[in-house]
Protein backbone atom coordinates (compact mmCIF):
# COMPACT_ATOMS: atom_id res chain seq x y z
CA UNK A 1 0.00 0.00 0.00
CA UNK A 2 1.16 3.62 -0.86
CA UNK A 3 2.07 6.11 2.06
CA UNK A 4 -1.28 7.90 1.03
CA UNK A 5 -3.03 4.72 1.16
CA UNK A 6 -1.55 4.24 4.75
CA UNK A 7 -2.65 7.66 5.77
CA UNK A 8 -6.17 7.25 4.26
CA UNK A 9 -6.70 3.76 6.43
CA UNK A 10 -5.61 5.72 9.27
CA UNK A 11 -7.99 8.76 8.66
CA UNK A 12 -11.03 5.88 8.30
CA UNK A 13 -9.69 4.19 11.76
CA UNK A 14 -9.71 7.45 13.44
CA UNK A 15 -12.97 8.61 12.05
CA UNK A 16 -14.56 5.53 13.89
CA UNK A 17 -12.52 5.97 16.92
CA UNK A 18 -13.61 9.80 17.55
CA UNK A 19 -17.42 8.32 17.51
CA UNK A 20 -16.40 6.16 20.40
CA UNK A 21 -16.24 6.68 24.16
CA UNK A 22 -13.06 5.99 26.53
CA UNK A 23 -14.83 3.13 27.70
CA UNK A 24 -15.44 1.79 24.53
CA UNK A 25 -12.04 2.16 22.94
CA UNK A 26 -10.37 0.24 26.16
CA UNK A 27 -11.50 -3.31 24.97
CA UNK A 28 -10.25 -2.15 21.25
CA UNK A 29 -7.29 -1.19 21.90
CA UNK A 30 -6.45 -4.14 24.51
CA UNK A 31 -8.21 -6.26 20.94
CA UNK A 32 -5.82 -4.56 19.07
CA UNK A 33 -2.15 -4.65 21.83
CA UNK A 34 -2.76 -7.99 22.69
CA UNK A 35 -2.49 -8.86 18.84
CA UNK A 36 -5.55 -11.54 19.13
CA UNK A 37 -7.43 -9.28 16.24
CA UNK A 38 -4.91 -10.85 14.16
CA UNK A 39 -6.96 -14.44 14.13
CA UNK A 40 -10.27 -12.40 13.22
CA UNK A 41 -8.76 -10.49 10.42
CA UNK A 42 -7.61 -14.24 9.21
CA UNK A 43 -11.18 -15.32 9.54
CA UNK A 44 -11.97 -12.29 7.81
CA UNK A 45 -10.55 -12.60 4.77
CA UNK A 46 -11.23 -16.03 4.19
CA UNK A 47 -14.88 -14.90 4.24
CA UNK A 48 -13.81 -12.56 1.64
CA UNK A 49 -12.47 -15.06 -0.29
CA UNK A 50 -15.22 -17.67 0.32
CA UNK A 51 -17.80 -14.14 -0.73
CA UNK A 52 -15.49 -13.95 -4.18
CA UNK A 53 -15.95 -17.79 -5.37
CA UNK A 54 -19.98 -17.01 -4.74
CA UNK A 55 -19.50 -13.98 -6.79
CA UNK A 56 -17.58 -15.99 -9.56
CA UNK A 57 -20.50 -18.75 -9.71
CA UNK A 58 -22.85 -15.77 -9.52
CA UNK A 59 -20.83 -14.52 -12.91
CA UNK A 60 -21.36 -17.45 -14.15
CA UNK A 61 -25.00 -17.71 -13.43
CA UNK A 62 -25.82 -14.67 -15.37
CA UNK A 63 -24.44 -16.02 -18.62
CA UNK A 64 -26.99 -18.54 -18.26
CA UNK A 65 -30.68 -16.95 -17.15
CA UNK A 66 -32.19 -14.12 -18.17
CA UNK A 67 -31.16 -10.53 -16.94
CA UNK A 68 -34.05 -10.39 -14.32
CA UNK A 69 -33.37 -14.48 -13.04
CA UNK A 70 -37.09 -15.00 -14.20
CA UNK A 71 -37.07 -18.20 -15.95
CA UNK A 72 -39.65 -17.54 -19.08
CA UNK A 73 -41.48 -21.31 -17.73
CA UNK A 74 -42.58 -19.23 -14.55
CA UNK A 75 -45.21 -17.53 -13.80
CA UNK A 76 -44.44 -14.71 -10.74
CA UNK A 77 -47.03 -13.40 -9.35
CA UNK A 78 -47.28 -10.57 -6.47
CA UNK A 79 -48.82 -11.72 -3.38
CA UNK A 80 -52.22 -11.05 -2.05
CA UNK A 81 -51.59 -11.09 1.35
CA UNK A 82 -48.46 -10.23 3.80
CA UNK A 83 -45.81 -6.86 3.81
CA UNK A 84 -45.14 -7.37 -0.11
CA UNK A 85 -49.22 -7.24 -0.99
CA UNK A 86 -48.31 -3.60 -2.07
CA UNK A 87 -46.32 -5.31 -4.96
CA UNK A 88 -47.11 -4.88 -8.39
CA UNK A 89 -46.10 -5.09 -11.86
CA UNK A 90 -45.71 -1.03 -12.19
CA UNK A 91 -43.78 -0.33 -8.59
CA UNK A 92 -41.54 -3.77 -8.54
CA UNK A 93 -38.36 -4.55 -10.34
CA UNK A 94 -36.63 -8.07 -10.25
CA UNK A 95 -32.89 -8.11 -9.18
CA UNK A 96 -31.38 -10.86 -7.92
CA UNK A 97 -29.34 -10.18 -4.80
CA UNK A 98 -26.91 -13.31 -5.57
CA UNK A 99 -26.04 -12.11 -8.94
CA UNK A 100 -25.79 -8.14 -8.25
CA UNK A 101 -25.10 -6.88 -4.81
CA UNK A 102 -25.88 -3.21 -4.02
CA UNK A 103 -22.77 -2.41 -5.81
CA UNK A 104 -23.12 -3.90 -8.89
CA UNK A 105 -26.68 -2.46 -9.16
CA UNK A 106 -24.84 1.05 -8.59
CA UNK A 107 -23.85 0.41 -11.70
CA UNK A 108 -26.42 -1.06 -13.48
CA UNK A 109 -28.17 2.11 -12.68
CA UNK A 110 -25.42 4.22 -14.14
CA UNK A 111 -25.71 2.29 -17.41
CA UNK A 112 -29.34 2.94 -17.42
CA UNK A 113 -29.93 -1.30 -17.46
CA UNK A 114 -32.03 -0.44 -13.79
CA UNK A 115 -34.23 1.92 -13.06
CA UNK A 116 -34.83 3.15 -9.73
CA UNK A 117 -37.91 5.29 -10.17
CA UNK A 118 -40.99 5.17 -11.24
CA UNK A 119 -43.72 7.83 -12.64
CA UNK A 120 -46.75 8.57 -10.40
CA UNK A 121 -48.46 10.13 -13.08
CA UNK A 122 -46.41 11.24 -16.38
CA UNK A 123 -44.14 13.88 -17.87
CA UNK A 124 -44.20 15.04 -13.76
CA UNK A 125 -41.50 14.97 -10.93
CA UNK A 126 -44.03 13.11 -8.74
CA UNK A 127 -41.91 9.82 -8.87
CA UNK A 128 -41.73 6.68 -6.47
CA UNK A 129 -38.88 4.70 -5.62
CA UNK A 130 -39.64 1.01 -7.43
CA UNK A 131 -39.32 -1.36 -4.95
CA UNK A 132 -36.58 -3.90 -5.60
CA UNK A 133 -37.42 -7.41 -5.12
CA UNK A 134 -34.72 -10.68 -5.17
CA UNK A 135 -35.92 -14.25 -5.27
CA UNK A 136 -32.30 -15.29 -4.34
CA UNK A 137 -30.38 -14.54 -0.73
CA UNK A 138 -27.68 -12.22 -0.75
CA UNK A 139 -24.38 -13.77 -0.94
CA UNK A 140 -23.70 -11.86 2.43
CA UNK A 141 -27.19 -13.12 3.96
CA UNK A 142 -26.03 -16.55 3.10
CA UNK A 143 -22.59 -16.13 4.63
CA UNK A 144 -24.39 -14.94 7.94
CA UNK A 145 -26.56 -17.80 7.74
CA UNK A 146 -23.88 -20.56 7.52
CA UNK A 147 -21.04 -18.67 9.88
CA UNK A 148 -23.35 -17.01 12.19
CA UNK A 149 -26.83 -18.83 12.88
CA UNK A 150 -26.74 -22.08 12.21
CA UNK A 151 -24.35 -24.90 14.86
CA UNK A 152 -20.80 -24.85 12.85
CA UNK A 153 -20.79 -28.54 13.09
CA UNK A 154 -23.19 -30.06 10.52
CA UNK A 155 -22.04 -33.15 10.34
CA UNK A 156 -23.80 -36.30 9.61
CA UNK A 157 -26.54 -33.79 8.76
CA UNK A 158 -28.31 -33.28 5.43
CA UNK A 159 -29.64 -29.49 4.42
CA UNK A 160 -32.49 -28.87 2.12
CA UNK A 161 -33.48 -25.58 0.57
CA UNK A 162 -37.00 -25.75 -0.10
CA UNK A 163 -37.32 -23.51 -3.71
CA UNK A 164 -34.01 -23.95 -4.33
CA UNK A 165 -34.31 -21.53 -7.43
CA UNK A 166 -30.49 -20.61 -8.91
CA UNK A 167 -28.93 -23.06 -6.20
CA UNK A 168 -27.51 -19.81 -4.43
CA UNK A 169 -28.61 -21.93 -1.07
CA UNK A 170 -26.70 -24.91 -1.82
CA UNK A 171 -23.35 -23.89 -3.30
CA UNK A 172 -22.93 -21.42 -0.35
CA UNK A 173 -24.00 -24.68 1.82
CA UNK A 174 -21.25 -26.36 -0.14
CA UNK A 175 -18.63 -23.87 0.51
CA UNK A 176 -18.92 -22.53 4.05
CA UNK A 177 -20.29 -25.62 5.74
CA UNK A 178 -19.42 -29.17 6.56
CA UNK A 179 -22.75 -30.15 5.90
CA UNK A 180 -22.96 -34.24 4.49
CA UNK A 181 -25.69 -34.01 2.00
CA UNK A 182 -26.53 -30.77 1.07
CA UNK A 183 -29.93 -30.61 -1.44
CA UNK A 184 -32.09 -28.83 -3.25
CA UNK A 185 -35.92 -29.04 -3.99
CA UNK A 186 -37.19 -27.13 -7.06
CA UNK A 187 -40.54 -27.09 -9.12
CA UNK A 188 -39.05 -25.25 -11.70
CA UNK A 189 -37.20 -27.21 -14.57
CA UNK A 190 -35.13 -24.55 -15.81
CA UNK A 191 -34.15 -23.66 -12.50
CA UNK A 192 -33.04 -27.48 -11.67
CA UNK A 193 -31.20 -27.08 -14.95
CA UNK A 194 -28.83 -23.96 -13.90
CA UNK A 195 -27.93 -25.52 -10.96
CA UNK A 196 -26.94 -29.02 -12.27
CA UNK A 197 -24.70 -26.67 -15.04
CA UNK A 198 -23.47 -24.83 -12.17
CA UNK A 199 -23.04 -28.13 -9.59
CA UNK A 200 -21.06 -29.66 -12.85
CA UNK A 201 -19.16 -26.37 -13.92
CA UNK A 202 -17.33 -26.27 -10.48
CA UNK A 203 -17.12 -29.95 -9.94
CA UNK A 204 -19.25 -30.27 -7.11
CA UNK A 205 -19.31 -34.00 -5.66
CA UNK A 206 -22.25 -35.04 -6.62
CA UNK A 207 -22.47 -37.61 -3.53
CA UNK A 208 -23.05 -34.44 -1.64
CA UNK A 209 -24.88 -31.88 -3.11
CA UNK A 210 -27.93 -32.78 -5.38
CA UNK A 211 -30.72 -30.93 -6.96
CA UNK A 212 -34.29 -32.62 -7.08
CA UNK A 213 -37.12 -31.08 -9.65
CA UNK A 214 -40.18 -31.65 -7.94
CA UNK A 215 -42.97 -30.18 -5.96
CA UNK A 216 -41.65 -30.57 -2.51
CA UNK A 217 -44.97 -31.67 -1.31
CA UNK A 218 -44.35 -35.07 -3.82
CA UNK A 219 -41.24 -35.82 -1.56
CA UNK A 220 -42.03 -36.34 1.61
CA UNK A 221 -39.29 -39.09 2.12
CA UNK A 222 -36.36 -36.36 1.57
CA UNK A 223 -38.04 -33.97 3.73
CA UNK A 224 -38.43 -36.49 6.70
CA UNK A 225 -34.80 -37.47 6.52
CA UNK A 226 -33.29 -33.67 6.52
CA UNK A 227 -31.93 -31.73 9.31
CA UNK A 228 -31.74 -28.26 8.68
CA UNK A 229 -34.24 -26.61 6.03
CA UNK A 230 -33.54 -22.96 4.42
CA UNK A 231 -36.45 -21.38 3.64
CA UNK A 232 -36.64 -18.27 1.73
CA UNK A 233 -40.22 -16.81 1.38
CA UNK A 234 -42.70 -18.57 -1.60
CA UNK A 235 -44.89 -15.27 -1.60
CA UNK A 236 -44.67 -14.87 -5.11
CA UNK A 237 -44.83 -17.88 -6.36
CA UNK A 238 -47.74 -19.56 -4.78
CA UNK A 239 -51.36 -18.90 -3.84
CA UNK A 240 -53.06 -18.59 -0.25
CA UNK A 241 -54.14 -22.01 -0.35
CA UNK A 242 -50.92 -23.60 -1.54
CA UNK A 243 -49.18 -21.63 0.96
CA UNK A 244 -50.97 -23.01 3.75
CA UNK A 245 -50.99 -26.65 2.76
CA UNK A 246 -47.07 -26.36 2.73
CA UNK A 247 -46.98 -25.45 5.59
CA UNK A 248 -49.29 -27.89 7.19
CA UNK A 249 -46.78 -30.42 4.66
CA UNK A 250 -43.90 -29.14 6.91
CA UNK A 251 -45.66 -29.40 10.07
CA UNK A 252 -46.17 -33.57 9.25
CA UNK A 253 -42.91 -34.43 7.78
CA UNK A 254 -40.09 -32.14 9.51
CA UNK A 255 -38.09 -34.00 12.29
CA UNK A 256 -38.45 -33.19 15.74
CA UNK A 257 -35.28 -31.36 16.87
CA UNK A 258 -34.30 -30.25 13.38
CA UNK A 259 -33.19 -26.52 12.45
CA UNK A 260 -35.53 -24.09 10.00
CA UNK A 261 -33.56 -20.91 8.67
CA UNK A 262 -36.59 -18.18 7.14
CA UNK A 263 -35.68 -14.70 6.24
CA UNK A 264 -39.22 -13.43 7.66
CA UNK A 265 -40.31 -14.10 11.03
CA UNK A 266 -42.44 -17.51 11.49
CA UNK A 267 -45.37 -14.90 13.26
CA UNK A 268 -45.62 -13.05 10.32
CA UNK A 269 -45.57 -15.54 7.32
CA UNK A 270 -48.25 -17.58 9.49
CA UNK A 271 -49.47 -14.70 10.82
CA UNK A 272 -51.02 -13.28 7.50
CA UNK A 273 -52.03 -16.62 6.49
CA UNK A 274 -54.23 -16.38 9.83
CA UNK A 275 -52.23 -19.74 11.06
CA UNK A 276 -50.18 -18.70 13.54
CA UNK A 277 -51.68 -20.26 16.62
CA UNK A 278 -51.61 -23.78 15.16
CA UNK A 279 -48.00 -23.74 14.85
CA UNK A 280 -46.89 -21.68 17.72
CA UNK A 281 -45.76 -25.12 20.20
CA UNK A 282 -44.34 -26.23 16.72
CA UNK A 283 -41.49 -23.73 16.53
CA UNK A 284 -39.32 -22.61 19.05
CA UNK A 285 -37.09 -19.43 18.31
CA UNK A 286 -33.09 -19.79 18.21
CA UNK A 287 -30.27 -17.49 19.30
CA UNK A 288 -27.61 -17.65 16.69
CA UNK A 289 -25.30 -20.44 17.22
CA UNK A 290 -21.85 -18.86 16.26
CA UNK A 291 -22.42 -15.23 17.95
CA UNK A 292 -18.49 -15.30 18.19
CA UNK A 293 -18.80 -14.51 14.23
CA UNK A 294 -20.72 -12.04 14.50
CA UNK A 295 -18.00 -9.48 14.36
CA UNK A 296 -17.62 -10.20 10.60
CA UNK A 297 -20.89 -8.88 10.27
CA UNK A 298 -22.94 -5.49 10.13
CA UNK A 299 -25.42 -7.21 12.29
CA UNK A 300 -28.40 -4.89 11.65
CA UNK A 301 -28.56 -5.96 8.21
CA UNK A 302 -29.85 -9.18 8.96
CA UNK A 303 -32.34 -8.45 11.52
CA UNK A 304 -35.15 -10.23 9.12
CA UNK A 305 -33.20 -13.64 9.33
CA UNK A 306 -34.97 -16.25 12.16
CA UNK A 307 -33.37 -19.57 13.19
CA UNK A 308 -36.17 -21.78 14.69
CA UNK A 309 -35.98 -25.51 15.71
CA UNK A 310 -38.98 -27.96 15.44
CA UNK A 311 -40.60 -28.90 18.66
CA UNK A 312 -42.92 -32.15 17.74
CA UNK A 313 -43.63 -32.90 21.55
C1 LIG B 1 -37.83 -17.13 -3.25
S1 LIG B 1 -37.26 -18.44 -4.24
C2 LIG B 1 -35.98 -19.10 -3.21
C3 LIG B 1 -34.62 -19.27 -3.86
C4 LIG B 1 -33.50 -19.80 -3.02
N1 LIG B 1 -33.93 -20.74 -2.02
C5 LIG B 1 -32.73 -18.68 -2.35
O1 LIG B 1 -33.01 -18.36 -1.20
O2 LIG B 1 -31.84 -18.10 -2.94
C6 LIG B 1 -38.54 -19.63 -4.02
C7 LIG B 1 -38.44 -20.82 -4.96
O3 LIG B 1 -39.34 -21.83 -4.47
C8 LIG B 1 -39.83 -22.55 -5.56
N2 LIG B 1 -41.04 -23.24 -5.07
C9 LIG B 1 -42.20 -22.67 -4.68
N3 LIG B 1 -43.07 -23.62 -4.29
C10 LIG B 1 -42.45 -24.82 -4.41
C11 LIG B 1 -42.84 -26.14 -4.17
N4 LIG B 1 -44.05 -26.45 -3.73
N5 LIG B 1 -41.94 -27.13 -4.40
C12 LIG B 1 -40.69 -26.84 -4.86
N6 LIG B 1 -40.28 -25.58 -5.14
C13 LIG B 1 -41.14 -24.58 -4.91
C14 LIG B 1 -40.07 -21.49 -6.61
O4 LIG B 1 -40.11 -22.04 -7.91
C15 LIG B 1 -38.88 -20.55 -6.38
O5 LIG B 1 -37.82 -20.85 -7.27
Same mark, same amino acid.
Given at each position: ??????????????????????????????????????????????????????????????????????????????????????????????? &?? @????????? !?? =?? +?? /???? $?????????????????????????????????????????????????????????????????????????????????????????????????????????????? &?? @????????? !?? =?? +?? /???? $??????????????????????????????????????????????????????????????????
Amino acid at each position: MSEDGIISAKCKMLEIFSKLDDSDLEPIEKWICSQSYKKDLENKKALRSSENLLKKIGDSIKKIVPFEAVMPTETIIPPVVGDQADCNKYNTCHV &DE @FLYDEDQVE !VL =VK +KG /KVKK $YYCLDCNSRNIEKLTFISHSMSRQTLQYIFRVLLPKDLEDKQLLDIGSRLGTVLYAAYYLTNASKIVGIEMNKECCEVQEKIINQYSMDIDRIKVIHSDVMDRPDVVECS &DV @FIINVFDFF !VD =VE +KH /KELW $YFFKTHFKNGSYLVVNRSMAETLGSLDMFEEFMDWLIICKPYQLENEIYFDVEDFSELYLYTINKK
